[in-house]
């Protein structure tokens, strides 16, 4: 939700903004804006409805961007206010001697809003962010010789909600000064110069040693150094860290989109969940993230599972998971609806959190909920550092690298495999085999050589797409462990395509559903040979006998299947809770390529940002 990026030092600000912009712009592309120093020493800003491509046309065409050495950048995705020039930001004091830059939600805007106008601030725009630059210019002219940074710190104190922001002025045109709360900020360390950025990405082609601002902390940037406080003013030790992302895991590499090279990563992105944890040979599996918390996980009485999106489907496919293995009873819960009911959770429970930024606004909450019950919290995420990992009691690492692309691809596969080792590392201590643990290990083992094999059919789902990309609807079942597949293939397909699509439980079909099948209705079936495969065959014949068109999933080998269903994808036999994982990979591609046929920008979907840290 809006990226941020902001620039100190002795190169041209300008060109290192628009290139951090472009490396976040997955987190919003409804405006972008820059402000730096201009002509004078006033502030010069420029901002834009549109991409961040748009803006850098519109700078060059200008022919005036200052060269300025320091400066603070902005993508945003629109909570309050329109996607418009006026609603984009950087947001400018009266006097145009303040810069702002916010992401988050000021949720006490109203308020403010009218008290600054009863002190004659003249509002520009319908965002609830620009309520904080007119009020650090308002207290910064009550406190005669008060230093920036403490107008800042009054401000944010009287604040309400989360942000995290990026501010400059005219009048200290050598600081920078940042600050978060619920949004995140990381400060990349360069020599003799300090880049600000809303994640690690834009920061790693200039620097590895990062700190990660902590909720409720502020930093002020200069050339020469910068100092962390707590934004009630206390000095805080800065942790600096190594970044461990390479510059080509944030590029596309060849590919057409960045949703297209991370679903062809994921044989890879397997093999990396799993090195070092899945040791097939000592059958056992290696959590170090969680290995002190064993003992309470395996004695829960239950574990709550919650998450939002394409991470809350990997939960449901976790619930399959632990409870087949571990026998332990799993709760999942949307995070939304988990924060806002009763729920019973106390010390004695085990809440799993699963996200692959780690900032998802509604995940944090239920988490923080969970803790304060008392409950164990164990995070899944796949960005390193961010909030979620931080607060979790213990946690497990996706590895699956950055993942740009909106339509979540290689961090589900990733979340599957680490709620697939979880299982079985619970399992282990209580009733589980040791013959069906190393089946089961086996198995992992297997998958991303059987992912590869699937892959490399891609162009089989790239004619399949193209006799159904020009349906408005579609429906998706599955049972058991591939129920959550048809929720996880429907969501790609509404998200990256906006074709309307529903995923069920094969067996609900007959409860509402099938009203809906018709000869314009594409009915994508997930039918591989285990227990259920009988009875997924006759929803086939249900579909087929009202004239619905049927796309299945098989298993290879299954030639009864080509006889009843329009388009057969087969995947290589699989034990049951691996074929999820198997199955997922042709939906994935599906949705790609119905999208790109109908025209669609699949790396950045109208609407959507990748990274949802408001409510
Ligand atoms: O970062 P998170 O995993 O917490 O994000 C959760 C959802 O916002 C995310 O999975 C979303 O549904 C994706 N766009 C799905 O592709």
Request: glycine share 10%.
């Amino acid at each position: 939700m809006c990226g941020i990026v902001g620039y100190i030092g002795s190169r041209k600000a300008a060109p290192l903004l628009l290139q951090g912009l472009k490396r976040l712009e997955y987190r919003g592309y409804d405006s972008a804006g820059v402000a730096m120093p201009g002509e004078g020493g006033r502030l010069w800003v420029h901002k834009q409805k549109g991409d961040v491509a748009a803006l850098e046309a519109a700078m060059g065409a200008s022919g005036d961007v200052p060269p300025a050495t320091i400066g603070i950048g902005h993508t945003r995705w629109a909570t309050h206010g329109d996607p418009s020039d006026r609603n984009s930001h950087p947001h400018v004091s009266m006097d145009g001697s303040i810069a702002l830059i916010h992401n988050g939600i000021i949720e006490n805007h109203a308020a403010l809003r009218i008290e600054l106008e009863e002190h004659g601030y003249r509002f520009m725009s319908d965002t609830d962010s620009e309520v904080l630059v007119h009020l650090i210019d308002h207290l910064w002219k009550q406190i005669p010789f008060a230093a920036f940074e403490s107008a800042i710190r009054q401000a944010l104190s009287v604040v309400e909600g989360a942000y995290g922001v990026c501010v400059v002025s005219s009048r200290e045109p050598d600081m920078i000064v940042v600050a978060r709360h619920g949004s995140p900020i990381v400060i990349g360390i360069g020599e003799g110069e300090y880049f600000v950025a809303s994640d690690a990405a834009p920061l790693v082609e200039y620097t590895r040693r990062a700190v990660y601002l902590a909720d409720g902390e502020m930093a002020v940037l200069r050339r020469d150094g910068f100092s962390v406080q707590s934004i009630g003013s206390v000095k805080q030790e800065a942790a600096v860290v190594e970044l461990d992302i390479e510059l080509e895991e944030i590029e596309k590499g060849g590919y057409e989109h960045f949703m297209l090279k991370e679903i062809f990563e994921q044989p890879e992105v397997m093999r990396d969940v799993m090195r070092g944890r899945v040791l097939p040979g000592e059958g056992i599996i290696q959590l170090g993230g969680v290995s002190g918390y064993l003992a309470a996980l395996r004695s829960a009485p239950r574990i709550h599972i919650c998450a939002c999106g394409t991470s809350w489907h990997a939960g449901l496919i976790g619930e399959y998971l632990i409870e087949e293995f571990a026998r332990i009873p799993v709760e999942v819960d949307y995070a939304s609806e988990f924060r806002y009911r009763s729920p019973l959770i106390g010390p004695e429970d085990v809440m799993v959190v699963i996200s692959q930024s780690g900032e998802t606004a509604d995940t944090l909450a239920a988490m923080r909920m969970a803790k304060e019950r008392g409950a164990t919290v164990l995070g899944i995420c796949n960005v390193v550092g961010s909030t979620i990992a931080r607060e979790s009691d213990c946690g497990i690492y996706t590895h699956a690298g950055p993942e740009i692309g909106v339509a979540s691809t290689k961090a589900f596969s990733a979340q599957v495999v680490v709620l697939a080792m979880l299982a079985l590392a619970l399992g282990r201590g209580r009733a589980l085999t040791e013959e069906r643990f190393g089946e089961a290990v086996r198995e992992l083992h297997e998958l991303p050589g059987k992912m590869r094999r699937i892959l490399e059919r891609h162009q089989e789902v790239e004619r399949i797409a193209g006799e159904y990309a020009g349906a408005d609807h579609a429906l998706y079942l599955g049972r058991g462990y591939n129920f959550p597949v048809a929720l996880e293939g429907a969501l790609k397909l509404k998200e990256i395509s906006y074709v309307h699509a529903e995923g069920y439980p094969a067996a609900e079909m007959k409860h509402g559903p099938i009203a809906l099948i018709d000869e314009e209705m594409p009915v994508v079936v997930l039918a591989p040979q285990d227990a259920n495969y009988r009875k997924v065959r006759s929803n086939i014949e249900e579909v087929r006998a009202r004239g619905g068109r049927v796309l299945a999933v098989a298993t290879e080998g299954d030639r009864e299947i080509a006889r009843a269903a329009d388009h057969v994808f087969y995947v290589p036999d699989a034990a049951p809770f691996i074929v999820p994982l198997l199955c997922v990979l042709p939906l994935q591609l599906l949705s790609y390529h119905v999208a790109a046929l109908r025209g669609c920008n699949v790396d950045r979907p109208r609407n959507l940002a990748k990274s949802v840290t408001v409510e």
